[in-house]
């Protein structure tokens, strides 16, 4: 791609105030585009793209989330900084199929957690699920954000660019403090859980093969990934009567659609249908 394509696009990005990673995701998904057809895209026709977003579908056979990057990265490009546009965009859709979430019980998280080795990466993991924060969450907490008087943890600029408090657990605050005294690296780093150096915060890289580590460790076979403990979160919020209202505030969900899904995994008070049911059937 012409440097001031890429130039003007991710000047446009920066006007529209598109996170460092979407925008890297743009460029990328454009930079696809022009290697597939070998011309710039200032000479790319409607129907040029009509066709690689059918092969990208049907002869690759790329999954939706995938296809929808690239169709969000290329429309940026063609509405944003090449001003045209085209019907096509408006058309353009990728339906995800609704996948229901991979789930840990409690005792499997704490199995799960148990058998962390390291104290940084396991107060790290423990405080993303404690809290169910999202991976970049949990990872560049600074002490800043706890407020012990208030029992809350502050997430600043969260996704959509959204402040959120949570409810700060008393055992999680007793083990942070534990923590940072007996067992956090020393640095001057703001970051909790900071790697062996103090130069930063732990790598997602770092926790990602930790998580799957610990996973083999405590012989725990489902599909899970450290999203995983954010959805056990929830779905163990709900199994003890919590609101899914409330639980879209703590997730920061800006649909309730979006929380509904814990619905298809658990059923709020289903350990005690057995139990009712045996009661009102006792007579029969």
Not at 44 to 51: A, F, G, I
Not at 106 to 134: H, N, S, W
């Amino acid at each position: 791609m012409n440097t001031d394509y890429r130039d003007r696009m991710t000047q446009d990005m920066k006007l529209r105030d598109l996170k460092p990673r979407t925008q890297e995701a743009y460029l990328q998904v454009v930079k696809q585009l022009v290697e597939h057809f070998g011309r710039h895209p200032d000479a790319l026709t409607e129907e040029d793209l009509r066709s690689y977003f059918l092969y990208l579908r049907e002869e690759r056979r790329l999954a939706p989330s995938t296809v929808n990057q690239a169709v969000y990265g290329v429309r940026f490009l063609f509405e944003h900084t090449l001003g045209r546009t085209w019907s096509l965009f408006g058309i353009l859709r990728v339906r995800h199929p609704l996948k229901l979430p991979v789930v840990l019980s409690t005792g499997e998280v704490r199995t799960l957690l148990a058998a962390i080795r390291l104290p940084v990466r396991r107060m790290a993991l423990t405080t993303i699920y404690a809290c169910g924060l999202r991976l970049d969450e949990g990872r560049t907490l600074q002490s800043s954000q706890i407020d012990s008087q208030r029992m809350q943890l502050w997430i600043r600029l969260g996704k959509g660019g959204k402040d959120r408090g949570l409810p700060l657990p008393q055992p999680l605050l007793v083990r942070l403090r534990a923590y940072w005294k007996n067992d956090r690296p020393r640095s001057d780093c703001p970051h909790l859980f900071i790697r062996q150096d103090g130069t930063g915060p732990l790598d997602p890289t770092t926790l990602q093969k930790t998580m799957k580590a610990a996973l083999a460790d405590a012989r725990i076979t489902k599909a899970a990934s450290i999203h995983t403990l954010r959805h056990s979160y929830a779905t163990h919020l709900l199994e003890n009567g919590i609101s899914l209202r409330t639980i879209q505030d703590l997730l920061g969900h800006r649909s309730l659609r979006t929380t509904a899904r814990y619905m298809h995994v658990t059923t709020p008070g289903a350990e005690h249908l057995l139990e009712t049911l045996d009661r009102l059937m006792a007579s029969l």
